[in-house]
């Protein structure tokens, strides 16, 4: 039975090539820097005399690193990036990277709450992205005509 697993995991991994990459769509307003990180082992004082043991993240020197639009663009321009549905487009990112990237951050609330996510198909991304249009980061610039209660822009402030 294990030998079966690890045929078929041989299998996936080889059918995917290794210049295969993902498009990912982000709904951050700043560019986010994917890295990679090992785990490492390091001995820490302990209260009382002695060490313990603990794993710590330490980045990977040699590896590639990349950047992740996001969908914010300076005040009174067009955006230089592709937006669908309040998600940033990023093309051309390594698959096998952002695979290890998931494993290592797919916890975080950013990825659990669909803030950035990523496929194979720039189609199938641009198509969730839609769909996923009333998501809000709470990021999102303010809207003046509509401001939440007792705020007030400048030009209102001269009117009264």
Known sequence: M?????TLALKR?????????????SKAP?????????????????LGGGMRAVKQAQERIS???FVVQGNSWP????????LVGGYA????????????????NGETDFVRNGMIFAHAETASVTSKATDQTEIKSN???LDPHKL????????????S
Do not use: C
Not at 15 to 25: C, E, F, M, Q, R
Not at 34 to 46: A, I, T
């Open 139 to 141: 990021l999102e610039r």
């Open 30 to 46: 700043f560019d986010i820097i994917l890295k990679l990180y090992d785990f490492v082992e390091r001995s820490e004082p302990v």
């Open 2 to 6: 294990a030998d079966e697993r690890s």
């Open 89 to 104: 487009i990023t093309h051309g990112i390594p698959k096998a990277f952002w695979d290890e990237w998931l494993t290592q």
């Open 148 to 159: 939440p209660r007792g705020l007030q822009t400048s030009d209102m402030r001269r009117a």
């Open 75 to 82: 005040q009174n321009q067009g955006p230089h990036q592709q």
């Open 13 to 25: 991994n080889n059918d995917v090539p290794s210049n295969a990459t993902v498009t990912i769509a």
């Open 63 to 65: 590896a590639k690193f």
